[in-house]
């Protein structure tokens, strides 16, 4: 069992940065997972989105026609455990034609610059 900061241990810099849409591969599902056991250890957690994982983030999905469980009520859970850092590509959100009003949770809409400054801050980096 981990340690937080106080009793000894070492609090993480852990970014989830996802990269892929939220059905069709089992990627997006994973990352919430895994996102939720770092969280559940008190370690420092951050989401970034770019690409096709900003398609996580969209209000309104149905997954009626796929046969799958929509998941993406789970992000709005994710500041009960504590998971409060999301950041979105600007980019990416762009050349799908999305604003920051077609996401279902607030975030902080990163530049190419400063996407790659949060990344670089990091400890530990998970690619989904």
Avoid: C, H, W
């Avoid at 069992?1 to 990269?19: A, C, H, P, T, V």
């Avoid at 770092?38 to 994982?53: E, M, Y």
């Avoid at 762009?94 to 949060?118: F, I, K, N, Y």
């Amino acid at each position: 069992m981990m340690d937080d900061e106080n009793s000894g241990g070492k609090i993480k810099k852990f970014l989830y940065l996802n990269r892929k849409a939220p059905y069709g591969s089992i990627y997006a599902l994973e990352s919430l997972e895994v996102v939720l056991i770092g969280a559940a250890f008190d370690q420092d957690v951050s989401l970034a989105f770019v690409d096709d994982g900003v398609y996580q983030l969209v209000k309104g999905q149905s997954t009626d026609g796929i046969g799958m469980k929509n998941f993406s009520p789970t992000y709005r859970a994710l500041e009960m455990y504590d998971v409060e850092k999301l950041y979105v590509d600007q980019a990416s959100l762009e050349a799908r034609g999305l604003t920051e009003a077609d996401l279902l949770v607030p975030v902080e809409v990163l530049d190419s610059a400063q996407m790659a400054a949060l990344m670089a801050e990091q400890e530990v980096v998970f690619s989904f």
